[in-house]
């Protein structure tokens, strides 16, 4: 089945500069991958999704890149907020349509 | 509003003793799914239904239970719980019936503590 890889585990980064988190998935013929954004207390929520036609999504100060040969895929935040402090998940569906999740990353914006 | 609720959010109980997490969603959705999350390793799946009366397994299985009798309503079953079983469940439905045709929508989390 699908294995997802996902660094690192905690990221801290000064309000205002750039985050990037990565992941890498196994199954060659995943088509779709979401990432979720979990603030504290409550549950994971889609930010931003990309299918395996496309190289690169762009929402406002997040992005999504994905090199389908590397089988990597990562999020950028541009220019972040305190409000972006939460943990990411990664996740990609295998060749059954299951979607598997990263372990996370716990990103923490210091004012 | 659209939602998933679970109830409750907050349980601490003992080893053996039964437990339903209760989880409701007011979207029609079709697929419905139980998670859990522990440090370290992500959100796994535990059951999930692709519709009323249409059950299967995901990653971890083991000592849960699930039933689907109506579409909005998707309860998690401990029969035994035991400590191993500690951990932070969630609930999430999907318009779609894979995953990738859909966004999950997550309840705010149950979190079980079984001494």
């Known amino acids: 089945g699908e294995n997802v890889e996902q660094h690192p585990s905690t990221l801290s980064v000064q309000e205002g500069d750039s985050a990037v988190i990565k992941c890498t998935y196994s199954?060659?013929?995943?088509?779709?991958f979401p990432w979720y954004k979990q603030e504290l207390g409550k549950g994971p929520q889609l930010i931003i999704d990309?299918?395996?036609?496309?190289g690169e999504k762009k929402d406002q100060r997040i992005a999504v890149t994905l090199n389908k040969t590397a089988k990597h895929f990562s999020l950028h935040i541009t220019e972040t907020q305190p409000e972006d402090s939460a943990v990411y998940f990664c996740?990609?569906?295998?060749?059954?349509?299951?979607?598997?999740f990263g372990a996370g990353t716990q990103v923490v914006v210091t004012p | 509003e659209a939602q998933v609720t679970q109830n409750p959010r907050y349980l601490i109980t003992v080893t053996g003793k039964k437990l339903t997490v209760t989880c409701s969603q007011n979207?029609?959705?079709?697929?419905m799914s139980w998670y859990r999350q522990d440090p370290g390793l992500g959100l796994r799946q535990i059951y999930y239904?692709?519709?009323?009366?249409?059950?299967d397994k995901g990653d971890v299985p083991e000592g849960y239970k699930v039933s689907r009798k109506e579409k909005r309503n998707f309860p998690l079953i401990l029969e035994s719980p035991s400590p191993n079983q500690t951990s932070l469940y969630f609930c999430?439905?999907?318009?779609?019936?894979?995953?990738?045709?859909?966004?999950?929508?997550f309840g705010e989390g149950s979190r079980l503590t079984v001494l």
């Open positions: 999430a439905s999907s318009p779609g019936l894979t995953l990738n045709t859909g966004e999950l929508f």
């Open positions: 199954d060659s013929a995943s088509n779709y």
């Open positions: 990309i299918r395996s036609n496309v």
């Open positions: 996740a990609a569906t295998d060749s059954w349509g299951k979607l598997q």
């Open positions: 979207m029609n959705h079709e697929y």
């Open positions: 239904s692709m519709n009323v009366e249409v059950t």
